[in-house]
């Protein structure tokens, strides 16, 4: 059985930083064959691809609101992925996923979309005061 677990989320002041990590267990293919993402949700709103890495860190994908002060980054030995975010501000709070899949010739932002994912994590939630 598939998992994916996400940590490492919490309460920090606006301008400071956190780091989420995600690992995938159970998955049926090599951890580095898969894309995995972060996804985000805040009270009332649509679901937000944040980033993704595709493989073994061929395409890179981050919104625009983040891009500047977000990393992805994977340790595949560790069938982990983590999201580095840096310069946090208040409307970056949201309940943050990871979700893991294995889309074909799909590459760049189309990788944030949710619809690529199949496997997901039940979330952290990431809290910025101002």
């Not at 309460?11 to 400071?16: D, I, K, Q, R």
């Not at 580095?32 to 937000?48: C, I």
């Not at 409307?91 to 944030?112: F, Q, W």
């Amino acid at each position: 059985q598939v998992q994916v677990v996400e940590s490492g989320g919490g309460l920090v002041e606006a301008g400071g930083s956190l780091r989420l990590s995600c690992t995938a267990s159970g998955l049926t293919l090599t951890f580095d064959a898969y894309t995995v993402g972060w996804f985000r949700q805040a009270p009332g709103q649509e679901r937000e691809g944040v980033s993704c890495s595709r493989r073994s860190g061929v395409s890179i994908a981050y919104a625009d609101s983040v891009k500047g002060r977000f990393t992805i980054s994977r340790d595949n030995a560790k069938n982990t992925v983590y999201l580095r975010m840096d310069s946090l501000k208040p409307e970056d709070t949201a309940m943050y996923y990871c979700a893991a899949g294995s889309p074909l010739g799909v590459y760049g932002n189309r990788l944030l979309e949710s619809q690529y994912y199949n496997y997901w994590g039940q979330g952290t939630q990431v809290t910025v005061s101002s």
